[in-house]
């Protein structure tokens, strides 16, 4: 580590992480772990690949989503090139001997024509065999037609499943074919361009990067306004400079900051979750996913509109004023979608945001499949290279924020902004009634997911959790914000001192040693494809 780099972290770490001696194999930790709510966890598993708590009324009657899909004749073919992954266990067995068949080929329209085909599209997610899109029987009539009244949500898998390639894998960090691989995460997706299929990407509008105040925050350099046309939108989603594959905008902020799709291993050593930390509890984060995110129409309703007017203020009654102008505009009603068991809640806490909160039994169910999934194994690397690597490791005291074994629960901690970012120079744009902090941006986009949403509605500070050091091998990039490509670029120090996660080896032959180490980390788990 070097320079204003490692003061910078020494000074972080001594307030925050409890930095020990240099050969300590775990972090100190801040507080304590909040029980684990536990369920069924054959049951989760079903949840976490096909639940939607009723979304399929947002993703279908607002978004119109697989209308979108029809309407473009997206392909099979076109579904792997945005990224999405097959389950070809849940094809029709005289589908799947065809689709193998022709996996085989030169994929051309000649020699592959169901590849090519939008009908087969829709059967594959009629059958529920294209990872995170649920198809729902809505009529009742036990068969699912997209084409007549049936309706197509969006589950869990989506971002933290990906298909194994044993059929097909579709070069470039694409889609891929094959057996389901839960937890892993799901890299390869476009979400801005799957969402800007839609044929009304604009009933996602909260959580695209918005002009609000005359302001706009994110990687663009314009925000979405409130008369922005459809295919404004849609420019904005299918740009990867301002929504990069293997990201998702998962906060209702008005703030362009999507962020890394992160593995669900062993959740019950993981928490705090979320990437700023904000929340304690899993069956939080979930149901706030469900409940908010995923049909973000809860943003209308009186305990919506109280969300965002205790987080944003007046840009909050903005967004919301804004946003329902644009529901009525595009003919969208019968929203909030989500059927929750609970209401009336306060809003505004982490545990209810918006008042409400889907199924308890069903979140508990997910909770304990999410624990049971094993953490994947490490890639097979040279061992001496690793143990040199693990020295430089514990050299370089990477145990401060890490673990050194991704089986050990994960330190109950933040790391505040400044010792992770020594550029981090935030300007105040609005106080919050305490415990809120105020909202502050720093130039440069490392802070983004935290300018709204923090840690600081549980009394916590703003900053980010550690994360899991596994399935490193596979990654097509790294930090929360997806800003650096490789490992080797992470630790470089001509990455610069003032850069996020600033935290170098010079040595070029020590630095390539670090790299194997952290490819090596693993536990019982499947093998990621490709490592």
Not at 144 to 149: H, Q, S, W
Not at 197 to 217: F, V
Not at 405 to 429: F, I, N, Q, R, S
Request: net charge negative; charged share 25%.
């Amino acid at each position: 580590m070097t320079g204003i780099a490692a003061m910078s972290f020494a000074a972080g770490a001594m307030l925050w992480c409890g930095a020990g001696p240099a050969q300590q194999t775990r972090p100190a930790v801040e507080g304590l772990r909040r029980p684990f709510l536990r369920g069924d966890a054959a049951a989760g598993q079903e949840v976490f690949r096909f639940e939607t708590f009723g979304n399929e009324g947002f993703w279908t009657g607002a978004v119109r989503l697989p209308q979108g899909i029809m309407d473009e004749q997206i392909s099979p073919l076109g579904l792997l090139e945005l990224g999405m992954h097959i389950d070809i266990e849940s094809v029709d067995k005289k589908l799947r001997k065809k689709l193998e068949h022709q996996f085989q080929t030169d994929l051309s329209k000649k020699q592959a024509p169901l590849l090519h085909d939008p009908d087969v599209t829709i059967a594959l997610i009629e059958a529920n065999a294209v990872v995170g899109f649920a198809a729902k029987d809505v009529d009742g009539d036990g068969r699912v037609d997209l084409r007549n009244g049936d309706k197509m949500g969006i589950s869990c898998a989506i971002c933290h499943t990906v298909a194994d390639g044993s059929v097909y894998q579709m070069p470039g960090n694409r889609g891929a074919v094959g057996k389901r691989l839960d937890g892993l995460g799901t890299w390869s997706l476009d979400i801005g361009g799957i969402i800007a299929a839609g044929l009304n990407s604009r009933a996602y509008y909260p959580n695209l990067q918005l002009e609000l105040g005359g302001m706009t925050i994110g990687r663009a350099p314009k925000g979405i306004r409130r008369h922005s046309s459809e295919a404004e939108v849609d420019a904005y989603l299918r740009n990867k400079d301002y929504y990069p594959r293997g990201t998702f905008d998962e906060t209702n902020d008005g703030v362009g900051n999507s962020v890394q799709n992160t593995p669900l291993f062993r959740q019950d050593l993981a928490d705090p979750y979320g990437s700023a930390g904000e929340f304690e509890r899993l069956q939080d984060i979930s149901s706030a996913s469900f409940s908010q995110n995923l049909d973000p129409t809860a943003l209308v309703t009186p305990p919506g509109r109280k969300f965002l007017e205790l987080r944003a203020g007046p840009h909050g009654e903005e967004l919301a004023d804004n946003y329902e102008a644009i529901l009525k505009e595009t003919g969208v009603t019968g929203y909030p979608f989500v059927h929750v068991t609970e209401h009336g809640l306060p809003p505004g806490h982490a545990t209810s945001p918006t008042g409400r909160r889907v199924d308890a039994k069903k979140l508990a169910d997910m909770n304990a499949y999410l624990a049971d999934l094993p953490i994947p194994a490490g890639a097979k690397v040279d061992p001496a290279a690793a143990a040199r690597g693990k020295q430089v490791f514990l050299a370089e005291n990477c145990t401060d924020c890490h673990n050194v074994d991704p089986l050990e629960p994960l330190p109950y901690m933040l790391v505040d902004l400044h010792a992770l970012w020594p550029g981090y120079l935030p300007k105040e744009l609005l106080v919050r009634k305490p415990p809120l902090v105020p909202i502050a941006d720093s130039p440069g986009i490392y802070d983004d997911k935290l300018v709204v949403v923090d840690a600081s509605d549980r009394s916590a500070f703003r900053g980010i959790p550690p994360v899991f050091l596994v399935d490193l091998a596979r990654k097509p990039f790294f930090l929360h914000d997806a800003s650096v490509p490789t490992l080797d670029s992470l630790f470089d120090p001509g990455r610069g001192e003032q850069e996020p996660h600033p935290f170098y080896v010079e040595d070029a032959e020590e630095r390539a040693d670090l790299i194997t180490f952290l490819k090596s980390l693993g536990g019982p788990g499947v093998q990621p494809p490709g490592t």
